[in-house]
């Protein structure tokens, strides 16, 4: 099973909106409402900012925002801040061979 | 407050065994699967394995299938993940990290903040 696949680098001026795409397949994204997105700064462990493709946990900022269509999801970050650089990682379910199956990261710099 | 500390790691020989451990407080042990997912310096997050509430659903990824065995303590709120045929390729942090239910589908909320393996000569 291959890794979802997310662009390298992402980056945005304080304010602005960046979207991060994670392509999977038809087995995983495509498949199940299961997609999470983590936030990585670095040095620590990573944190859930959304989970169900597009819920946000008690406590994330509701500018960040997800959506999916078809075997591809998005993570929305608005009005960015400074705080908001660092890595992003998406995650997908994929059955109960593979389980599961994370995207191969983003890293977001705030200009 | 959910807390998950892992322990247990340490450089290691190829081909040698390493068992790592996490301690689990603040929630209800035995309601939630529990995961090991992994993050080698520099690279991205892989997915270890995982464990459901009764330890009934297992599951592991093929890159250490055969090798990995995971398992639970309910009565110690306590996971573990002993390691055998350690190769150089499994040099990582490795993260506790509570599921979102019981079983082994969902999402990985909270992380601990890991414990390093190093497999070297």
């Known amino acids: 099973q291959s890794a979802l696949t997310q662009p390298a680098s992402v980056s945005g001026s304080p304010g602005q909106s960046i979207t991060i795409s994670c392509t999977g397949t038809?087995?995983?994204?495509?498949?199940?409402?299961?997609v999470s997105w983590y936030q990585q700064h670095p040095g620590k462990a990573p944190k859930l900012m959304i989970y169900?493709?597009?819920k946000r946990p008690s406590g994330v900022s509701n500018r960040f925002s997800g959506s999916k269509s078809g075997n591809t999801a998005s993570l929305t970050i608005s009005g960015l801040q400074a705080e908001d650089e660092a890595d992003y990682y998406c995650?997908?379910?994929?059955?109960?061979?593979?389980?599961?199956?994370f995207g191969t990261g983003t890293k977001v710099t705030v200009l | 407050e959910v807390q998950l500390v892992e322990s247990g790691g340490g450089l290691v020989q190829p081909g040698r065994s390493l068992r790592l451990s996490c301690g689990a407080s603040?929630?209800?042990?035995?309601?939630?699967?529990m995961h090991w997912v992994r993050q080698a310096a520099g690279k991205g997050l892989e997915w270890v394995s995982g464990?459901?509430?009764?330890?009934?659903?297992?599951g592991y990824a093929d890159s250490v299938k055969g090798r990995f065995t995971i398992s639970r303590d309910n009565a110690k709120n306590s996971l573990y993940l002993q390691m055998n045929s350690l190769r150089l390729e499994d040099t990582a942090l490795y993260y506790c990290?509570?599921?979102?239910?019981?079983?082994?589908?969902?999402?990985?909320?909270?992380w601990g903040q890991g414990t390093l393996v190093t497999v070297s000569s």
């Open positions: 990290v509570k599921a979102s239910n019981q079983l082994l589908y969902g999402w990985f909320d909270p």
């Open positions: 603040g929630f209800i042990f035995d309601d939630y699967a």
């Open positions: 464990i459901s509430w009764n330890s009934g659903s297992i």
């Open positions: 038809s087995s995983d994204v495509g498949s199940y409402n299961l």
């Open positions: 169900e493709g597009s």
């Open positions: 995650c997908s379910f994929a059955g109960t061979s593979t389980f599961y199956v």
